[in-house]
């Protein structure tokens, strides 16, 4: 069990919270959603996320699931609305509904917005009326492929079934699923189409992802990347896309396709910076905070967490990082053979 290898020196139950202004950056954006990631584990291998062989971290060095209660807590009291779960896989996370449970309350508390998870759907058959009954009422399920053999080949895992029937039961329990597709160069071009259409038939946007150069994989990221410009000149040939105003609060464009009815989203970090708006931070399931997706720079909330004065700490250090997250990220796969422009994996600071 986490709990009992990483002790806690507070009752968090007891703590007075100071009353503490509303997050703002040197950029004067207002911080307002966190992306929570609840573990570093995965049932799947996606290879331009993690690697076969993939060294999870020890579990003493994983913040317990009272101390991320505590944090989001802390985000919480400085204005943030919006709280996205992702790992890793979140639901692989034990007992990941009692914390589920918790942050819930506070939407239905209206100190929350919305409360939502980013999964690979593997786990969300058993998950979805729970996640519906906690409060949850979007879900972004991750997957880049219909055909088994291509699933097998992009994850490593033979699970596709597992993840339609997680996609069945989650509709089927009132959650709105959003698709994120991650778009890769000979792996799934060619499916884009067809799963654009199957996405829309059953009343779903899906949402078009560009691979980011984030962590050492065993294949070069070049080989993998498609810029979504070509994508989008490909689909306007087939379909009429009408441009939305269309906003959820994160980094995604999105259309109207004419011909399906549905929605489709773009988010593409190389061909075109979304960095103006940023409302986000990131924190790991380490308690370390990222300001920027595409940066290295970080700060450990988790000494914070498990020091003395938890609560003073940590506002003071998130202080600290809203006066040092950058302008922009830069991330950028120009030529065959480069470095990732971030050493650390996505499944650290989940998507
Ligand atoms: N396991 C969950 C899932 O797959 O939905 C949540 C964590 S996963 C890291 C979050 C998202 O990041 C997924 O949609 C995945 O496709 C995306 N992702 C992972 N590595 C990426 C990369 N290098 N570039 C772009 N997206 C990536
Ligand atoms: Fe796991 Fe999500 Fe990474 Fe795939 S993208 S390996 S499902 S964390």
């Given at each position: 069990m986490y709990n009992s290898v990483a002790p806690l020196r507070v009752d968090f139950k007891t703590v007075s919270r100071m009353s503490a202004p509303s997050l703002k950056d040197a950029f004067g954006r207002e911080i307002s959603y966190?992306?929570?990631?609840?573990?570093?584990?995965?049932?799947l291998r996606c290879a331009y996320c993690m690697a076969e062989d993939m060294k999870f971290?020890?579990?003493?060095?994983?913040?317990?699931?009272?101390?991320?209660?505590?944090?989001?807590?802390?985000?919480?009291?400085?204005?943030?609305?919006?709280?996205?779960?992702?790992?890793?896989?979140?639901?692989?996370?034990?007992?990941?509904?009692?914390?589920?449970?918790?942050?819930?309350?506070?939407?239905?508390?209206?100190?929350?917005?919305e409360l939502t998870i980013t999964t690979n759907a593997t786990q969300l058959e058993r998950f979805a009326g729970d996640l519906f009954a906690a409060g949850v009422r979007r879900v972004n399920v991750s997957l880049d492929t219909l055909d088994d053999e291509n699933f097998f080949r992009l994850t490593r895992r033979r699970q596709l079934g597992a993840v339609i029937r997680g996609i069945d039961a989650a509709q089927r329990a009132g959650l709105k699923v959003k698709i994120n597709t991650v778009a890769l160069k000979d792996t799934n071009q060619s499916e884009i189409p067809a799963m654009i259409?199957?996405?829309?038939?059953?009343?779903?946007?899906?949402?078009?992802?560009?691979?980011?150069?984030l962590g050492e994989i065993e294949q070069d990221r070049f080989d993998q990347y498609l810029p979504l410009s070509a994508v989008s000149d490909d689909l306007k040939s087939r379909w009429t896309l009408e441009p939305l105003e269309m906003k959820t609060g994160g980094p995604a464009r999105y259309w109207r396709i004419i011909e399906t009815g549905g929605v489709l989203g773009m988010i593409t970090p190389l061909t075109n910076n979304f960095c103006a708006g940023c409302n986000r931070v990131r924190v790991t399931c380490t308690g370390e905070i990222y300001m920027c997706l595409g940066h290295g720079d970080k700060l450990d909330l988790r000494a914070a967490l498990?020091?003395?004065?938890?609560?003073?700490?940590?506002?003071?250090?998130?202080?600290?990082?809203?006066?040092?997250?950058?302008?922009?990220?830069?991330?950028?796969i120009s030529k065959p053979g480069a470095e990732p422009a971030v050493a650390r994996h996505m499944s650290v600071t989940g998507g």
């Open positions: 966190l992306r929570l990631s609840v573990t570093d584990r995965c049932d971290l020890p579990k003493r060095d994983v913040l317990s699931l009272e101390e991320l209660e505590f944090l989001a807590a802390a985000f919480i009291d400085r204005g943030v609305k919006k709280i996205r779960l992702t790992g890793g896989e979140p639901l692989v996370r034990r007992d990941i509904m009692s914390l589920i449970n918790r942050l819930g309350a506070r939407f239905e508390a209206n100190e929350l917005e259409e199957w996405a829309h038939g059953r009343d779903m946007t899906l949402t078009l992802i560009e691979v980011m150069p498990r020091g003395p004065n938890p609560t003073q700490t940590l506002n003071e250090l998130l202080d600290v990082a809203m006066r040092r997250k950058p302008e922009r990220h830069e991330f950028e």
